[in-house]
T-cell receptor
Framework: KAGVTQTPRYLIKTRGQQVTLSCSPI?????VSWYQQTPGQGLQFLFE???????NKGNFPGRFSGRQFSNSRSEMNVSTLELGDSALYLC????????????FGNGTRLTVT | GQQLNQSPQSMFIQEGEDVSMNCTSS?????WLWYKQDPGEGPVLLIA?????ELTSNGRLTAQFGITRKDSFLNISASIPSDVGIYFC???????????FGQGTRLTINP
């Protein structure tokens, strides 16, 4: 069974640009969650999508948005990039039940210059 | 903000030693999960715990869900070089569905 796939693995953008990251969940998983990982803040929850609907949201500004498609694949978008957005962005999928464990991809390393 | 206190932040041990790390919170958790992250990769699930008092093993790893539902520990027995990495505890708070993470424990094994 293929794991969670994230593309691209690395991205370099400049301030003010926007970026879109992609995530393909494990087959059969309907929930996709996004996390931002930085050395200072650790793993911070961005949002979760289930059946194409945002089900949970973290405390990030509106510049961070996402969506989920009918095949459960998800994209995350960050607009008007800031230097502080440089981070490892991790996607995780699960079956979507209350105790379903998350399975993570290898992340997209975003560098904003 | 962060609601899980994970300790220690780092550990330096000799190969073959046992390791113990833990997480505590002021909130009640419904689940406790332990992940390991290697450089350049995403966290990999090691053990999932769902009931207070539950003790679960995965090879040389053993984890327990605290009776108060506010803490969990992870033990690694007879450490080997491939155990090096960052270990994260995570859990879902009662009434919420998002996963909250600890700050991680960086394990280094001295040759």
């Amino acid at each position: 069974k293929a794991g969670v796939t994230q593309t691209p693995r690395y991205l370099i953008k400049t301030r003010g640009q926007q970026v879109t990251l992609s995530c393909s969940p494990i087959s059969g998983h309907r929930s996709v969650s996004w996390y931002q990982q930085t050395p200072g803040q650790g793993l911070q929850f961005l949002f979760e999508y289930f059946s194409e609907t945002q089900r949970n949201k973290g405390n990030f500004p509106g510049r961070f948005s996402g969506r989920q498609f009918s095949n459960s694949r998800s994209e995350m978008n960050v607009s008007t990039l800031e230097l502080g957005d440089s981070a490892l962005y991790l996607c995780a999928s699960s079956l979507g039940g209350p105790n379903s464990p998350l399975h993570f991809g290898n992340g997209t390393r975003l560098t904003v210059t | 903000g962060q609601q899980l206190n994970q300790s220690p932040q780092s550990m330096f041990i000799q190969e073959g030693e046992d390791v113990s790390m833990n997480c505590t919170s002021s909130s009640i958790f419904n689940t406790w999960l332990w992940y390991k992250q290697d450089p350049g990769e995403g966290p990999v699930l090691l053990i999932a715990l769902y009931k207070a008092g539950e003790l679960t093993s995965n090879g040389r790893l053993t984890a327990q869900f605290g009776i108060t539902r506010k803490d969990s520990f992870l033990n690694i027995s007879a450490s080997i070089p491939s155990d090096v990495g960052i270990y994260f505890c995570a859990g879902t708070i009662q009434g919420a569905q998002k996963l909250v993470f600890g700050q991680g424990t960086r394990l280094t094994i001295n040759p």
